[in-house]
């Protein structure tokens, strides 16, 4: 492509800071509780078909407690 070194640089940095933000999250949908994790990935379904123009269904909305240290 004959693309200058330093955009080549700057994409793999951005591609690498992507990939790290999305271990963390993995990391940390792992850690939720199931009952958490499971509400997590039903607003994420809901969000990606939303984006996608599909239904138009709103999101569940529920108070979350702060956790107890």
Known sequence: M???????D????????YEEVAEK???RM???PEDERAEME??????????????HKLLPLTVAEPRKK
């Open 2 to 8: 004959d693309a200058a070194g330093f955009v080549i």
């Open 25 to 27: 999250m993995r990391r």
């Open 30 to 32: 792992a850690e939720l």
């Open 10 to 17: 700057n994409l793999t940095a951005q591609i690498r800071s």
């Open 42 to 55: 039903e607003a994420a379904i809901i969000l990606r078909r939303v984006r996608a123009g599909g239904d």
